[in-house]
């Protein structure tokens, strides 16, 4: 089955995910639809099913939500849930009901259970419990794959489960924003400060997945065009993974900064591990572009340029 996409609406556009994709090259080949908050409201479903009616989209992609890092979603759990669930029924819902066919779901693979070692399945979703710091996202992430997965046959509806992101466009607060962003801005003031050490959150050891925004929305793009050879929930990372520790090193040495760590076990850390497996994506065809190297000075590039 060919399915041809020339119409594509994205929600979430003013978001990291959103505005990379609009930013990617490849959107000039595609009529795309990018209303922001104040023009759709996702927590309105009459809002949404209106709005559907009225540009009726070949696809779908869900980049919409709350988000922010592991403070953030400590003091937020409560409206973390309640905001992106009903993001997730309403659209999932009214997609469905105005027959559009083919949907794109981005989740996280903060979905999965917290004390896996082993690089994680698409199957272990639901084998054991979640991380607390993050659970109430998880939750609604979860909720939003299980209606993607639930919605009739006839229906092209998918979940694409990233490993951690980082790149340009992310949130940069070095308190509430996601860890690769924070660290950036957190050394670089560090180093203009001329400050002898910098604070690691945890003992350090803890290891994760980080995938350059740009190849995340490469796959995306794939993704569109090979439609029907995409599993109906699949995984998408580089395949390795570094402790929290090394990449502070290696942000150190992109910067510039010759200090010292020092390490603070008293804060949260999140999961000891978080590594995806890409079995399905190896099968696709499919692979990553950019080095951890290359991503990071990318965004220390695009973090002077934007915030010094």
Known sequence: MNIKIKTILILGASGFVGKNFLNNAQASKYNILCPYSDELDLLDKDAITTYLKTNKPDIIINAAGKVGGILKNI?????????????????ISASKEQKVKNFINLSSSCIYPSNLSRPIKEDDLLSDKLEKTNEGYALSKIIGLKLTEYVDDEFNYKTIIPCNLYGPHDNFDINFGHMIPSVVNKIHNAKIKEH???????????????????????????????????????????????TIKEYYQMISKIIGYDGKFEF???????????????SKLNNLGWTHKYSIEQGLRDTYKFFKTNYE
Request: charged share 25%; aromatic share 14%.
């Open 75 to 91: 003091k937020s759990q409560y409206s973390f849930l309640l905001e992106n669930t009903l993001i997730n029924l309403n659209l």
């Open 264 to 278: 603070d076990t008293s804060k949260p850390q999140g999961m000891k591990r978080k590594l995806v497996d890409i």
């Open 196 to 242: 002898k050490t910098v604070t690691v959150w945890g003992d350090g050891h803890s290891k994760r997945e980080f995938m350059y925004i740009n190849d995340l929305i490469d796959f995306i793009y794939f993704s569109i065009k090979n439609f029907e050879r995409i599993p109906k929930v699949i995984n998408v990372g580089i395949g390795y993974d570094y």
